[in-house]
T-cell receptor, first 118, second 115 residues
Framework: AQTVTQSQPEMSVQEAETVTLSCTYD???????LFWYKQPPSRQMILVIR??????QNATENRFSVNFQKAAKSFSLKISDSQLGDAAMYFC???????????????FGQGTILTVHP | DAGVTQSPTHLIKTRGQQVTLRCSPK?????VSWYQQALGQGPQFIFQ???????QRGNFPDRFSGHQFPNYSSELNVNALLLGDSALYLC??????????????FGPGTRLTVL
């Protein structure tokens, strides 16, 4: 079974600074996807960024980027120029490939609470 | 473009009762997945529906059941409620094929409290 581990229960960062959240996963599959979701106190789970395992290039979405190390099974999220609105619980998630269909569950890590200090 | 919607927002039940939660997927999405999120934890997969059939199920007892309607909306039913069923229930939708079928988009959740 696939597992996802987030070893940092809590992280904090100063506004405008950079922070990196860690995630490791365990799988025997070669085709899979990795995601970072953000869950603010409003509870809505919001997709931050996604990475296809077959792509060597790290995904980037504005201030958010990932460091995907496939051999090490590591998938960290870097937030640059942190803003107060970035404060939330961040979840790393894994989904096995399904031949271009929507079949399959997400497996989540335990989450990291990010605090942003003004 | 309406996102994933869920109802009700909050619900309070007592042990032994039954509850039904509802979800409408994002426009263009035909696959619905349900997750249970205990306080301070990551979501746990309950089941996934496609073409009105349950096609994948997580490690949840038969007290948890669901349904998908022809318009792709879905219901989650929980019978014989236990205190441990208190959680945030999240619905996620995705397109079966086409643009980024692998990505699930979440609704705001239903907070269920069992007393």
């Amino acid at each position: 079974a696939q597992t996802v581990t987030q070893s940092q229960p809590e992280m904090s960062v100063q506004e405008a600074e950079t922070v990196t959240l860690s995630c490791t996963y365990d799988t025997s599959e070669s085709d899979y996807y990795l995601f970072w979701y953000k869950q603010p106190p409003s509870r809505q789970m919001i997709l931050v960024i996604r990475q296809e395992a077959y792509k060597q290039q790290n995904a980037t979405e504005n201030r958010f980027s990932v460091n995907f190390q496939k051999a090490a099974k590591s998938f960290s999220l870097k937030i640059s120029d942190s803003q107060l609105g970035d404060a939330a619980m961040y979840f790393c998630a894994y989904r096995r490939g399904a031949g271009g269909t929507s079949y399959g569950k997400l497996t989540f890590g335990q989450g990291t609470i990010l605090t942003v200090h003004p | 473009d309406a996102g994933v919607t869920q109802s009700p927002t909050h619900l309070i039940k007592t042990r032994g009762q039954q509850v039904t939660l509802r979800c409408s997927p994002k426009s263009g999405h035909d696959t619905v997945s349900w997750y249970q999120q205990a306080l301070g934890q990551g979501p746990q997969f309950i089941f996934q529906y496609y073409e009105e059939e349950e096609r994948q199920r997580g490690n949840f007892p038969d007290r948890f059941s669901g349904h998908q309607f022809p318009n792709y909306s879905s219901e989650l039913n929980v019978n014989a409620l236990l205190l441990g069923d208190s959680a945030l229930y999240l619905c996620a939708s995705s397109p079966e094929a086409g643009w980024i079928p692998d990505t699930q988009y979440f609704g705001p959740g239903t907070r269920l409290t069992v007393l």
